[in-house]
């Protein structure tokens, strides 16, 4: 399988800051999206984003394809960013995803 | 939001049940999964499907089985549990086409 490797695996944020998640993956992909993990256990997608750039209000992410990474912006952070936020990736003709271990994010009032 | 159910949400059971854990999607979705997460962890994927009478295994070693009757309805089972089934089990679903996968809430499985 893919290895996929995310960073760093734990963050503590002040409400307000700005913070990059990483995701490094170690073979070509044609799907990219990354989730976030709420408390409870539920997932939520964020992004499909298998290269470029996408913004989605105070999130946004980027994928470089040909170097095998993407980062994930969280800007002006608030406490129900908290939780875990998952990289995922999918290889050409594989039909499999494979996850990242995860970067648990808690935001502090 | 998606629309993906699984009940149970959690389940208390004893060692050597047999257990059945239901995903159902309204959203007419070809494809699709079932992952396994210990808390704080990645997800494994232990099946998935493409359509109806198909399913495969994922890369991780699993005792359970599943079936897709259905198109909407991708049950899990367990034919005898043991303590070391004890996990949450997410289901997802995608269409074919559209990469984006839905998950639902999980049930969280503690086996005694």
């Known amino acids: 399988g893919i290895q996929v490797e995310q960073s760093p695996p734990d963050l503590i944020l002040q409400e307000g800051a700005n913070s990059t998640l990483r995701c490094n993956f170690s073979d070509s992909v044609n799907n990219l999206q990354w989730f976030h993990q709420n408390p409870w256990g539920q997932l939520i997608n964020l992004f499909y984003i298998p290269s470029g750039t996408k913004q989605n209000g105070r999130l946004s992410a980027t994928t470089v394809a040909t170097e095998r990474y993407s980062l994930l912006y969280i800007s002006s952070s608030q406490t129900t960013d908290s939780g875990v936020y998952f990289c995922a990736v999918e290889r050409y003709n594989f039909n499999k995803f494979y996850f990242g271990s995860g970067t648990k994010l808690n935001v502090k009032p | 939001e998606a629309d993906i159910y699984q009940t149970p949400r959690y389940l208390v059971i004893g060692t050597g049940k047999k257990i059945t854990l239901e995903c159902s999607q309204t959203m007419g979705h070809d494809k699709m999964y079932w992952y396994q997460q210990d808390p704080g962890m990645e997800l494994h994927l232990i099946h998935y499907s493409y359509g109806v009478n198909s399913t495969e295994k994922g890369d991780l070693s699993s005792e359970s089985t599943v079936s897709r009757i259905r198109t909407e309805h991708f049950p899990l089972t367990l034919e005898s549990a043991r303590p070391s089934h004890t996990s949450q089990y997410l289901c997802?679903?995608?269409?074919?086409?559209?990469?984006?996968?839905?998950f639902g809430p999980g049930t969280r499985l503690l086996v005694l």
């Open positions: 997802a679903s995608s269409e074919l086409g559209q990469e984006t996968q839905y």
